[in-house]
């Protein structure tokens, strides 16, 4: 369980969080029910919104870039799927499509950014797909 990265989250609350939570787990509550709950329902839609507001490290015309970018080229086609039921040949044939549409330059990037959401999904429990499309792991 992650309380979040320091210094944001200080040492001693980190202290008090894992405290309270330990408390949690002796009186028989799992206190990673709420998250587990919120993870298996996660669509595509929420998680380009929710990692391209969490990367800090970009500017913020290039995230709204590729956030817009995959909202437009993949939001309608499976914006509101669940995350853990996309698989790698949807996202090839949506690809392929854009593709054969004459997109080819946004093809590369839509690729790239897409692969950056399901790797945060893999990395947040939301998905087990992970890495590239096309790619085995």
Not at 30 to 38: G, K
């Amino acid at each position: 369980m992650s309380f979040g990265p320091y210094p944001e989250v200080p040492l001693a609350e980190a202290r008090e969080r894992r405290d309270a939570e330990k408390a949690q787990l002796r009186s028989g509550e799992d206190p990673m029910a709420a998250r587990r709950v919120m993870r298996r329902g996660i669509s595509l839609a929420e998680v380009n919104e929710a990692y391209w507001v969490g990367r800090k490290d970009l500017t913020d015309a290039r995230r709204e870039n590729a956030r817009r970018g995959i909202e437009m080229h993949l939001g309608p086609w499976p914006g509101n799927r669940i995350l853990a039921s996309i698989t790698r040949d949807d996202l090839l044939a949506e690809l392929q499509r854009m593709d054969a549409a004459g997109k080819h330059s946004y093809v590369r990037k839509v690729r790239m950014w897409s692969s950056q959401l399901f790797e945060w999904g893999m990395e947040n429990s939301y998905t087990a797909f992970g890495g590239m499309p096309g790619t085995r792991d």
